[in-house]
């Protein structure tokens, strides 16, 4: 239940984010908080990641899915890898807190 929650949640964040994402010549920065994103998989530009003590760059695929929609609406973005989910989709409220900060 927690799993399907969280990739609700975070499924509808992300939309509304690719709906709003204008595109210009400005490079756009956009914190993907989630199961992470493999930049072996996906051709874009991560400028920090956060360092949760994860061996996976990406648990399930689906950060780097995100971030690679969004990247085909615009290329100019910076992305930051919130990579807080475990290899069984859980989280804990204090990673998602310290991720949260990462884009602070």
């Known amino acids: 239940m927690k799993i399907k929650f969280i ?3 975070l499924f509808i964040i992300f ?3 690719f709906i709003y994402i204008p595109k210009n010549d400005h490079n756009i920065k956009i ?3 989630d199961s992470g994103i493999d930049v072996n998989h996906v051709d874009v530009s991560v400028i920090k990641r ?3 003590k994860q061996t996976v760059m990406d648990s399930f695929g689906h950060g ?3 971030a690679e929609i969004i990247n085909k609406n615009n290329e100019n973005i910076d ?3 919130g990579n807080i989910l475990v290899e069984n989709g859980n ?3 204090e990673t998602l807190i ?3 900060d990462l884009v602070y």
Do not use: E, G, P
Request: glycine share 0%; proline share 0%.
């Open 7 to 9: 990739f609700l949640f």
């Open 91 to 93: 989280t804990s409220v």
């Open 31 to 33: 914190a993907v908080i």
């Open 98 to 100: 310290k991720a949260l």
């Open 79 to 81: 992305f930051y890898d």
């Open 15 to 17: 939309t509304i984010v």
């Open 50 to 52: 956060f360092d949760n």
């Open 64 to 66: 780097s899915a995100i």
